[in-house]
């Protein structure tokens, strides 16, 4: 199978200052990967290139076989669901305007919208009676499903999220990873996963991209870079990972 995202050769920096190196990658549809590693490796400039808000210096990208440039990054971005750290939601729209917000804008019919939030609401286990709600007056965690809604809103071709759960407390972080992992399973969802977490990685990746100072230094499953380290950066990011976690 063709994958549904290809970096060749790609490159961003920023100033004097290099985000990511020359880099070839792929992202295989109905799959979830994990991009991990420090802060400042490229994870999240990485994320960025995917959908478009950043150009690269060098090298291309392909989305379903099509080369992304400046012309189609709008069409793309369509396709695209994006969820950011602390959800990114606007604090003037309710739940509901802030999920339905690109599909009003998009211009389609009423009926659909309202089947497609029923729909969502269920997937993501979010209440229907909070709809109406704006976004302080919800949870940290409820934040994240009307953010994740919103990303599904227009069923993405890719879901790309950037942290989605830093910023919450240990047990609501491990009830939106049980939710997040079931939503992948059902929808066979493409996703691109940026975490700190290597148990996060684990838990939902069917594989796991772990970089460093804008470098791809291993690609696999969490027990290829635990039993098979590449480097010796490697197996002290797992050793560190491990040892933080207790």
């Known amino acids: 199978m063709d994958p549904l995202v290809r970096l060749l050769g790609v490159s961003k920096k ?3 200052s290099t985000a990511l190196q020359p880099t070839d990658l792929e992202f295989r549809s109905g799959l979830t990967t994990a991009l991990i590693g420090p802060s400042g490796c490229g994870k999240s400039t990485l994320l960025r290139l995917l959908i478009a808000l950043l150009t690269p210096d060098s090298g291309k990208i392909t989305f379903d076989g099509t080369e992304v440039n400046e012309a189609n990054a709008q069409q793309l971005r369509r396709r695209v669901g994006y969820v950011i750290q602390e959800g ?5 729209l309710t739940a509901r305007a802030n999920v339905l917000l690109m599909s009003r804008h998009l211009g389609r019919p009423p009926e659909e919208m309202e089947s497609r939030l029923e729909e969502l609401c269920a997937l993501s286990q979010f209440p229907r009676d909070a709809l109406d709600r704006y976004p302080a007056e919800l949870s940290g965690g409820q934040r994240q499903r009307v953010s994740l809604m919103r990303a599904l809103m227009l069923s993405p071709e890719l879901l790309l999220l950037d942290e989605p759960l830093g910023a919450l407390d240990p047990l609501v972080r ?17 996703a ?10 684990a838990y939902l990746a069917d594989e796991i991209v772990l970089m460093n100072e804008g470098r791809v230094v291993q690609r696999g499953s969490v027990a290829d870079l635990r039993e098979h380290p590449a480097s010796e950066f490697v197996s002290g990011f797992i050793n560190a990972q491990r040892s933080a976690a207790f």
Request: glycine share 12%; hydrophobic share 40%; charged share 20%.
């Open 174 to 190: 491990s009830a939106l990873q049980r939710d997040l992992k079931q939503i992948f399973t059902r929808l066979k969802q493409t």
């Open 14 to 16: 920023f100033g004097g």
């Open 88 to 92: 990114g939601l606007f604090p003037h």
């Open 192 to 201: 691109v996963l940026v975490t700190h977490d290597m148990g996060e990685a």
